[in-house]
């Protein structure tokens, strides 16, 4: 073990002129601090030998260097390595010496970033946006880190989070605490990772909003890993590379703070030089660029919805992307499965498959961490360029602009409408089918389905020249076995062969419809479908928001089932307290629909076995509106079996026309009859002898009103209009009477019809 005078003499530089030669201090072997007027100090303290740059470069790293080979052999390196490691493992530490060494003032590391210290260590907290401390770590004088016991549980987070709000346009990503310090105290926006090699795909949303992303690339193996890590973030095209040939030869912050601490204009000075010499994250050495000849192709489907192939022909690696879909309509949420694929390394040859948000950089990791398990020959930040290209083209085809048509010149204005079954749906536009259960809505569907692809008529139900179309039902609420059982009742009440010639197909779905998109896309594909049926519609949405954005991107998604195929939409009935019927849900589904039709049940004046049913046209966008039409369904009494199909005739629908009733009105002569017994009813007594709800009640008396045939007191007092107004008394109990009413059903009628 050399003595402390030994020491001195190999640090001397010996200049006959040099301060070193007869003063105290020798020269700082730190080959970063130009320590032109000596500042290392060398002592003898007891049996070992101490050191310490009064200048404030890190003990550590001048510890480091005195071991090395340049000073000292092997041997004696090992026995001083000890011994310090020693020393230093129990040297008290505090904030003041931290500073000391980092040539920070103590009064901010402890005021502004809430250092403090316990005499062993010192305490740096990590603070989260909330500015509640996240984790905290340990720093000894042995330059020793831990994170403070009982933590463990907690996230990592980087270092300043919480000013982060305060910052902007530039963010500098830095390696540990004391550099994030040192740029803080010279007014300079910082980042601190924790560890060298560490930066988590979930800390991108920390720096997005900055226009430029800095980061400090320390020559190690920690920097690489930083350096692969900022390749593959969300931000990358932001990120600027700035390693110890940037920084004058500096290996990091400290180490360009540590040789001027007193002159923070020439700091900053330096530091501008190497923002302005960085190179961004591409044309980094150690970045390699994206894999060349790649071919996107779409394959299916109108809009910017369908399906991809996306080819790397150089590496034989494919991507299918499908089942694309908006969330809301919005561009950031469109979703997609994507297939990674490469007949290179395995028979089957997959490597991934993710369903992600497109803009989600977790999920790209994962595909990418997926993919380069399966075929390491390609990096994995390779790997990662690549599906990040992949969904950005698929987000900028989403993003294709319409073509723009000049309105000018003459048109055609006599050509007759294209309809595909007639007077019910037109070609290319959507028409919407309601009705409360029980209203023969599914009946009436399958119906015009077999109509249309068997190219037959029915009545005043005609198709376009006996062409055969291909018709899909898609099935939300029923089963297969159903729309079997009824599809051959009608057709053999139709007459006609039960071999449907491929044209009629069926298919069951659990899931919401915008996940099925591509799967209908190729289902309309293969089986050349034209017109497709959803029951119901309701079902098919499964969400809870009904509001514009969400109906529109529903809407959306039939678009994108193709420019040939035609929509019809079955829905449920709503009824309000007024008695008045309206489709389910939000008045949007009727905004966007180009057409709809109300059916209504009759059921009071047909025998039993009887399904009886008007159709009211509401709404037409392309002309003026259908009269009322009506069809008759006769069943067996006994067995349920179909036995007769038949348009409802003139006087019969002028007679429904004449005093139609909503699903389940209720009886008035029944309630003309109670009346006249009493004269005058409260309406809870008339809901009891009528053996309805006092809401049912309240709500048939409120229509019968309108009609002119009863009144009331407002105090929930009813008698016929024929009769003389009655002076009645105040009744024991008087119930409020209810102002609104809301009935989703017609009395709990099932979609079945019943035979006895």
């Not at 010192?122 to 989260?128: E, Q, V």
Request: hydrophobic fraction near 30%; charged fraction near 30%.
């Amino acid at each position: 073990m050399f003595t402390a005078e030994e020491l001195k003499e190999k640090l001397r530089c010996g200049g006959s002129g040099c301060p070193c030669r007869r003063g105290v201090n020798v020269h700082c072997p730190n080959p970063f601090h130009s320590d032109t007027k000596p500042s290392f100090s060398v002592s003898d303290r007891g049996d070992k030998v101490v050191w310490h740059c009064q200048a404030g470069c890190d003990q550590g790293k001048v510890t480091d260097i005195i071991y090395s080979d340049k000073y000292m052999g092997k041997a004696e390196k090992e026995e001083v390595y000890e011994e310090v490691k020693e020393l230093l493992s129990n040297k008290p530490y505090s904030v003041a010496l931290y500073a000391e060494e980092k040539q920070l003032p103590s009064d901010k590391l402890r005021y502004n970033y809430a250092l403090t210290d316990d005499g062993k260590a010192i305490s740096m907290p990590y603070f989260g946006e909330d500015g509640i401390a996240n984790r905290t770590r340990l720093r000894k004088a042995d330059k020793g880190f831990l994170w403070k016991r009982g933590d463990g549980q907690k996230d990592i987070i980087p270092y300043g989070v919480w000013m982060l709000k305060d910052w902007e346009d530039y963010i500098f990503i830095v390696e540990g605490e004391s550099d994030s310090q040192t740029l803080w105290v010279n007014g300079i926006n910082a980042l601190g990772i924790p560890g060298a090699s560490m930066w988590k795909p979930e800390w991108d949303r920390y720096v997005e909003k900055f226009n430029k992303v800095y980061v400090m690339i320390e020559p190690d193996i920690g920097g690489d890993k930083v350096l692969a890590s900022m390749e593959r973030s969300n931000f990358r095209d932001k990120v600027i590379v700035i390693t110890k040939e940037e920084m004058h030869g500096f290996e990091d912050v400290s180490d360009m703070w540590l040789d001027s601490p007193k002159d923070t204009e020439k700091f900053k000075d330096r530091l501008r030089e190497a923002f302005r010499a960085g190179k961004k994250i591409y044309e980094h050495p150690k970045s390699k660029p994206i894999v060349p000849n790649t071919e996107i192709i779409k394959t299916s489907g109108s809009t910017d919805l369908g399906e991809y192939v996306v080819e790397w022909p150089e590496l034989r690696v494919f991507a299918t992307v499908t089942n694309i879909s908006r969330s809301g309509g919005s561009l950031r949420e469109i979703k997609a499965e994507i297939k990674m694929t490469c007949d290179r390394i395995t028979k089957s040859g997959l490597l991934g498959r993710e369903v992600l948000t497109l803009t989600s950089g977790t999920r790209k990791d994962a595909l990418a961490k997926r993919c380069h398990e399966g075929d390491p020959t390609i990096e994995r930040s390779e790997w990662r360029d690549m599906v990040e290209f992949l969904c950005d083209n698929i987000i900028n085809s989403s993003k294709s602009e319409p073509a723009i048509v000049e309105l000018s010149g003459e048109y055609d204005i006599t050509s007759e409408k294209e309809w595909i079954v007639k007077p019910f749906i037109e070609k290319k536009n959507t028409t919407s089918f309601f009705g409360f259960g029980g209203s023969g809505k599914s009946y009436f569907t399958i119906l015009l389905a077999i109509l249309v692809s068997q190219g037959i008529n029915f009545g005043s139900i005609t198709t376009t020249n006996g062409k055969k179309r291909g018709v899909l039902m898609v099935d939300y609420e029923t089963y297969e076995a159903e729309y079997q059982r009824r599809r051959v009742q009608i057709s053999k009440v139709l007459g006609i062969p039960m071999d449907t010639g491929g044209m009629l197909h069926y298919t069951r779905l659990n899931s919401p419809l915008e996940d099925n998109v591509t799967l209908l896309s190729r289902i309309i594909k293969e089986k050349n479908i034209e017109l497709i049926f959803i029951d119901s519609f309701g079902a098919a949405i499964q969400t809870g928001s009904l509001d514009a954005d969400a109906v529109a991107s529903i809407f959306n998604k039939l678009d994108a089932l193709g420019p040939d195929v035609t929509t019809g939409l079955v829905d449920h009935a709503n009824k309000s307290a007024t008695g008045s019927t309206s489709q389910f849900g939000s008045i949007y589904k009727v905004n966007f629909s180009r057409s709809q039709f109300e059916l209504k049940k009759v059921s009071d004046k047909y025998p039993k076995g009887h399904l009886v049913f008007t159709l009211t046209h509401h709404k037409y966008n392309n002309g003026s509106t259908e009269g009322m039409m009506g069809f008759v369904f006769v069943f067996h009494k006994e067995t349920g079996v179909l036995e007769s199909i038949r348009e409802m005739q003139p006087t019969e629908l002028e007679s429904v026309s004449d005093e139609e009733k909503a699903p389940g009105e209720m009886d008035w002569e029944e309630a003309s009859r109670y009346f006249e017994e009493q004269t005058s009813l409260h309406y809870s007594e008339l809901a009891r002898l009528m053996e309805k709800t006092k809401d049912q009640m309240t709500s048939q008396l409120g229509r019968w009103k309108r009609q002119g045939k009863v009144d009331n007191d407002n105090k929930g007092t009813w008698w016929k209009t024929e009769e003389v107004k009655p002076v009645v008394s105040e009744p024991t109990y008087v119930a409020p009477e209810p102002t609104t009413v809301e009935e989703n059903t017609d009395g709990g009628e099932s979609e079945e019809v019943s035979w006895g």
